[in-house]
């Protein structure tokens, strides 16, 4: 009897919890429209989640009520969104998200549409270098939605005790004083991600350019094993040396909560008020201050564009138009959209809110797409991994470089 009483108080209990489980799956399903009850057309939409479908996600109730097309929106991880758009030849959506880094397998293996065909074309607005990952063989295939690039956090008073103002932070050298100082006071230094292969490298790939190196040649051949590389290495392990790994909702917290004086962040992650304490500032892409100047800001930007078995092409060009319209893109700005445009990220009330945005459109016209190449994910793996054993010292920079090269040769020949 008691066990029986026990099992019904239970129920009763879990029942409200799996009420409020149902009613919350549905309000995030099925959210509301504003065309009318029949459409001209309904297109599916596959989005990164995340800020990234938040900012398109707040631009489609305009879109609907202007056009009388419904958009359904499916939100997805990296890989999920990878895996749906590659393998989807139903037509499923009719409009994706894309990363710039999958351009040559979606080239290959012919997923998009040709936006050229459908007369599309991008604008002067549109910040050059975002441009180039776009295009194959002359024709347009994406365009640059979300410009996230690599950008240098920082916590302006750990910098100011340091006597840094922020706009005198202008090389490696630079960082590497103001965390020696902060190291000595027992606080952290320079923040790493090394929670996986892909993080180790990209979070790397700045220091790496501003020493002039690079991780492949104009033939996409492996350059590993070089002197560049070596010495971005030494520089690399300096500046962890002040601080420590984490994963990035912690490296966020350490700078903001001025435990940590800086890190290589994203735009996306964190958008800072003139009132933050935590702000950040175009990476120069010098070693010392009267070094020469790279360019070495990594793109993550994220592209829309149209998959190719899509049975709703002209719609979806219209509602690429209308999201890629400068207007309507400046309009995401106060929900933490990051438009690759000089119109949206250089206007005057704009930089008045946010004034970092200053800092990303420098970022962005000297920004780098990582290699264009199918192999990329298994060559970072492989890349990400000898790191990973350099950096916890269990080989030494010199015979850590020497067996990625050697093996990433091997990769790519098969």
Same mark, same amino acid.
């Given at each position: ?11 009763? !209990? ?28 309904? &297109? ?64 290959? @293996? ?49 910098? @100011? ?26 606080? &952290? ?18 220091? &790496? ?19 560049? !590389? ?8 300096? &500046? ?6 984490? @994963? ?167």
């Amino acid at each position: 009897m008691y066990n029986r009483t026990k099992t019904i108080h239970i129920a009763l !209990f879990a029942l409200p919890i799996l009420i409020f489980i149902n009613i919350s799956c549905i309000l995030k399903f099925n959210k509301p429209h504003f065309c009318t009850e029949n459409p001209k057309a309904t &297109l599916s939409i596959a989005l990164r989640s995340g800020t990234y479908a938040d900012v398109i996600s707040k631009c489609l109730r305009d879109f609907e009520m202007k056009y009388d097309i419904r958009c359904d929106v499916a939100e997805f991880s990296e890989d999920a969104l990878h895996k749906v758009v590659t393998e989807d030849k139903a037509g499923s959506y009719d409009l994706c998200m894309v990363d710039g880094s999958w351009m040559a397998e979606f080239t290959s @293996k012919r997923i998009l549409a040709n936006l050229t065909d459908l007369g599309y074309e991008l604008d002067e607005d549109i910040i050059p270098a975002t441009k180039k990952i776009c295009y194959s063989d002359g024709a347009l295939y994406l365009a640059p939605y979300y410009g996230n690039v690599s950008v240098l956090l920082v916590n302006k008073l750990m910098a @100011k005790e340091a006597g840094f103002a922020m706009e005198e932070i202008d090389s490696i050298e630079d960082i590497q004083k103001i965390c020696d100082f902060q190291k000595k006071r027992h606080n &952290l230094g320079f923040m790493t991600r090394g929670d996986t292969e892909n993080n180790i490298v990209v979070d790397f790939l700045p220091i &790496l350019l501003a020493h002039g190196g690079w991780v492949v040649d104009e033939n996409n051949s492996p350059t590993i094993d070089t002197p560049e !590389f070596k010495s971005a290495m030494e520089t690399y392990m300096a &500046l962890m040396k002040t601080g420590r790994t984490a @994963k990035k909702d912690d490296l966020i917290a350490a700078i903001a909560n001025k435990s940590a004086a800086f890190a290589i962040g994203w735009p996306g992650w964190y958008t800072p008020t003139r009132n933050s304490h935590m702000d950040y500032t175009a990476f120069s892409g010098k070693t010392t201050k009267d070094g020469e100047r790279h360019n070495a800001s990594i793109y993550g930007i994220w592209t829309i564009g149209i998959p190719r078995f899509s049975r709703n092409k002209e719609h979806a060009k219209k509602l690429l138009e209308y999201l890629m319209d400068k207007e309507i893109q400046k309009s995401t700005i106060p929900f933490g959209g990051v438009p690759c445009r000089y119109s949206c990220l250089l206007d005057e009330e704009t930089l008045h809110k946010f004034p970092q945005y200053k800092a990303v459109c420098e970022a962005l016209e000297g920004g780098v797409y990582r290699p264009i190449m199918e192999e990329w994910p298994k060559f970072y793996t492989i890349l990400g991994s000898e790191m990973k054993s350099i950096l916890n010292g269990e080989e030494t920079i010199s015979m850590g470089l020497y067996q990625a090269q050697r093996k990433l040769e091997s990769a790519m020949m098969k």
